[in-house]
Each structure stands twice: as structure tokens, then as C-alpha cells.
């Protein structure tokens, strides 16, 4: 049974850059899928930020594309988030998921998310 | 471009059923979503795909009391013999170079 942790730091200072590792456990992040991150700022809705594909191929919001990186680590099983030039609108739960289907894809499985405070 | 409209709120007593509905715009009427439960001060939890012609692909462990439909631009969730632990925002996703979500629908049960 698959399953992701997110973990990283949870104070980012603003201007800083935001990092955070999600861990997969139960499936090879090389075998498959696109693994992704969505965000869900406080008692609002979620919103996608990008993913990666097996072969790591990123894809990412056009709304934050000048911001962030998502990468991968295979001999971890590990893929990963930076965002930069953070400001307090980036406070945000982050969510590490995995991406299943074709021509459609939805998450099939999610962590269980990682509070980020930017704040100096 | 393509957005999911979802009303804002539904209850229903304990026990009874609520419909949930998550609207394609124009152009996307054919394309399959995905609809994920949020309990409160929890993550969310993948629900099941469902496709335009009404099938649909449940998670592990999810109840048979949830289903799901469509007609149209419309993909339901509906939830039979309503429980507590049901009272969640409820969130359909679908894709269109990157994922997309709907504004959500809060389910409280009276």
C-alpha cells in the first residue's frame, strides 16, 4: 500500500525559499504515475502547484511557474518542492500526491500535509 | 478554460441522503473528475474517479454508501445513510495541463 510523508521545515522567513521533501513508501517513484504537490492556504481551497513524471519530467501552475521547482531524487524515492521568493500569501498546508490515470489524471492518493508559516 | 463549479454547502439529516454536484464549463463536458473527502483538520482523502458515462473507480476502504453519477457537464457524489463522520468538504478535480480542483461543498449533518 502506498503511502507519502511531506517533511521540511515549518517557519519559512519571507523572500526565503520554501523546501520540502515528500517520502513515498510501498512503490517506486521510477515505475510510474506523476507525483505532484497541491497547496491549500487557511480555510481556503486547494490549489495545484505541479508534478513530476517517472522519468522526471516536471509540469507545473502557470501561475507560480517563475517560482517553483519540483525534482526528484529515485534513489530516495523522494521527489521534492522549492518555491522561492516566498511572501506571507504562500502560508499554506502543502500536500505531496500521487497522480494515476491517462489523458485524465486525478490523485489517487494523498499525504497527509505539512503547515508552512512564512513569517519573519 | 476549464473550471469545476461546485455549490458552496448541503446538509442532510443523519441517516438520510445528500446529492453532490460538481458542473463542467462548456467546452469539458465529456471529461471524468475525481471527488476527494476533507474531514476537518484532516488531509484529503481520494473518493473515486467518475467518468462521463456515470462509472466510476472507488478508493480501498470506501464505503459503499458513496456513489456516483453523471449526466451532461454534471458528475455527482451522492451519499446514502448519511453519518457523522461524513460532515467534510467534499472537492472534484479533473485535468487540463495540470490538475484542477473545484471550489469545494461543505456537508454538514444535522
Known amino acids: 500500500q502506498v503511502q507519502l510523508q511531506e517533511s521540511g521545515p515549518g517557519l519559512v522567513k519571507p523572500s526565503e525559499t520554501l523546501s520540502l521533501t515528500c517520502t513515498v513508501s510501498g512503490y517506486s517513484i521510477s515505475s510510474g504515475y506523476y507525483w505532484g504537490w497541491i497547496r491549500q492556504p487557511p480555510g481556503k481551497d486547494l490549489e495545484w502547484i505541479g508534478n513530476?513524471?517517472?522519468?522526471?519530467?516536471?509540469y507545473y501552475s502557470p501561475s507560480l511557474k517563475s517560482r517553483v521547482t519540483i525534482s526528484a531524487d529515485r534513489s530516495k524515492n523522494q521527489f521534492s518542492l522549492k518555491l522561492s521568493s516566498v511572501t506571507a500569501a504562500d502560508t499554506a498546508v502543502f500536500y505531496c500526491?500521487?497522480?494515476?490515470?491517462?489523458?485524465?489524471?486525478?490523485?489517487?492518493?494523498w499525504g497527509q500535509g505539512s503547515l508552512v508559516t512564512v513569517s519573519s | 478554460q476549464l473550471v469545476l463549479t461546485q455549490s458552496p454547502s448541503a446538509s442532510a439529516s443523519l441517516g438520510a441522503s445528500v446529492k453532490l454536484t460538481c458542473t463542467l464549463s462548456?467546452?469539458?463536458?465529456?471529461?471524468?473528475i475525481a471527488w476527494h473527502q476533507q474531514q476537518p483538520e484532516k488531509g484529503p482523502q481520494y473518493l473515486m474517479r467518475l467518468n462521463s458515462d456515470g462509472s466510476h473507480i472507488k478508493g480501498d476502504g470506501v464505503p459503499d454508501r458513496f456513489s456516483g453519477s453523471s449526466s451532461g457537464a454534471e458528475r455527482y457524489l451522492t451519499i446514502s445513510s448519511l453519518q457523522s463522520e461524513d460532515e467534510a468538504d467534499y472537492y472534484c478535480?479533473?485535468?487540463?495541463?495540470?490538475?484542477?480542483f473545484g471550489g469545494g461543498t461543505k456537508v454538514t449533518v444535522l
Open positions: 462548456s467546452g469539458h463536458t465529456n471529461y471524468a
Open positions: 478535480q479533473t485535468w487540463d495541463n495540470g490538475g484542477v
Open positions: 500526491a500521487r497522480i494515476s490515470g491517462s489523458g485524465m489524471y486525478y490523485i489517487d492518493c
Open positions: 513530476i513524471d517517472h522519468i522526471g519530467t516536471a
